[in-house]
């Protein structure tokens, strides 16, 4: 009884040693390099003829790549309303500082705008400013001046004299002048119009950006 037993668990570990070896070799295979009486070449994989000069090379099997997963990448979740709320708070908006607007007085009185305190140029006599004319330079005559016409020929350029304005009269005036130019429009010619748009929209972008909107 107990020699049967132990011819039991023999041929068990028999049977198991012969599965792992059948396994093992399963993963390789052998190539026969075959050379005939010509020297001609071939490679099988069974064993070359008699007549044939044989060599024998065991490699490993080659083997299909793992199948990549089907399944759908994880896509991420969107931003729940708190945190969409909180980025939405932290965007900062930045203002150009306000532009000044200068007013300027004509010698006639007349007054304008210009967005610069350089006022406009206007061509004048020296002696409106107080230099001596050409004719009476070195002259000794004490009588009254004698404005002659070689007096005008000398003269430069002066500027309209220019003050600032405060911000809330900037604002006032520039919606003036929008209300003016809309009053306008409609009776303006086409050409006019596109000049009174491109305008219009200086001046909508000056009143958001320096007046607080429209």
Known sequence: MARSSRIAVLLIAGLAALGTQRLTHAQDVTIYRCVDAKGHLTLRDTPCAKDQKQEARTMTRPQDAPRKSTRPAATEAPPTRDVADTQVASRETYLAPPRPL?????????????????????????????????????????????IGPNTYGAGTYVRDTC??????????????????????????????????????????ARLDNDCGGQ
């Open 102 to 146: 200068y007013e300027c007085i004509t010698p006639d009185g007349m007054a304008y705008t210009s967005d610069t305190s350089d006022g406009n140029p206007r061509w004048v006599p020296l002696w409106t400013l107080g230099y001596p004319s050409r004719g009476l330079i070195g002259s000794n005559f004490s009588g009254p001046t004698f």
């Open 163 to 204: 003050y600032m304005l405060p911000p809330a009269d900037v604002c006032a005036r520039t919606r003036d002048r929008r209300d003016e130019i809309r009053k306008r429009f409609f009776n303006a010619q086409p050409s006019e119009r596109d000049v009174l748009r491109v305008e219009e929209r200086s001046l909508n």
